[in-house]
């Protein structure tokens, strides 16, 4: 639980490090318009390094103000295409058995739209009293287009148990299997865009999920199957790094 809140603490001080070489506007007399980086604007010059990259002189004259271009800021929010989600979260809470703050590791992929939208499937490997594979689909949505952009979420899919130590006993018809279930997480948090293509997400969410044990037995003339449900309910703490 330390680790995972000493790493959010560091990750909200990346986007301050990562705003050197803002781009700017140079707004000349006549009304036209140069953007780039601005290197240097002395002895009477500016120095303009543009996107290509190159740099090029403008004479202080000609120009009657310099803007700064705040959309530079906005462009992993607005643009479309692929993402790469990798997901490290705690789930804290109690069941039964007493068990506590449990990891959870995801790896999704999808595409996001320019409203905002993002639609993909994932995966993972999180241990809940037995190890599990979860497979899901997600639903994100980014209701603003900014530096600090909060979001939505919505994850529903299923965990298969990756359990190994299943008891077979044919000599007393006896059987036992471990299996996964349902699972739905929601939640909300927000995305800090530290560089162009890459983004920070900190979220706190519901998480809950459901596992089941099978007991088959066949002993003599009587024969049974007992099904153990365990319903898992979660706060989850998550920290993400979003890949465009």
């Not at 959010?8 to 301050?16: G, M, N, Q, V």
């Not at 979260?89 to 939208?117: A, H, Q, T, V």
């Amino acid at each position: 639980m330390r680790i995972i809140v000493s790493v959010i603490l560091i990750t909200l001080a990346i986007p301050a490090l990562s705003q050197k070489g803002v781009e700017q506007t140079l707004v000349l007399n006549n009304g036209s318009r140069i953007s780039g980086i601005i290197v240097n604007d002395t002895s009477g010059n500016y120095l303009l390094k543009l996107s290509a990259p190159q740099v090029i002189s403008v004479p202080g004259s000609w120009v009657s103000s310099v803007e700064t271009i705040g959309k530079k800021q906005h462009r992993y929010s607005q643009g479309s295409g692929y993402y790469l989600r990798f997901g490290l979260s705690m789930l804290l809470g109690k069941s039964e058995e007493n068990e506590s703050n449990m990891l959870s590791i995801s790896l999704s992929n999808g595409y996001k739209f320019r409203n905002g939208l993002m639609v993909g499937i994932g995966s993972g490997i999180e241990e809940m009293t037995m190890p599990l594979l979860p497979v899901y689909s997600e639903v994100l949505y980014h209701p603003f287009s900014s530096h600090v952009s909060p979001f939505v979420y919505l994850k529903s899919g299923y965990a298969f148990s990756l359990q190994g130590d299943e008891e077979n006993n044919y000599w007393y018809g006896y059987s036992r299997e471990s299996r996964g279930g349902f699972l739905l997480n929601t939640g909300a948090g927000i995305l800090l865009q530290t560089w162009d293509k890459v983004g920070i997400n900190i979220a706190l969410g519901y998480r809950f999920q459901q596992v089941s044990v099978n007991e088959d037995s066949n002993w003599s003339s009587s024969s049974y199957v007992t099904e153990y449900v365990t319903r898992f309910n979660r706060i989850e703490l998550q920290l993400g790094f979003v890949f465009r």
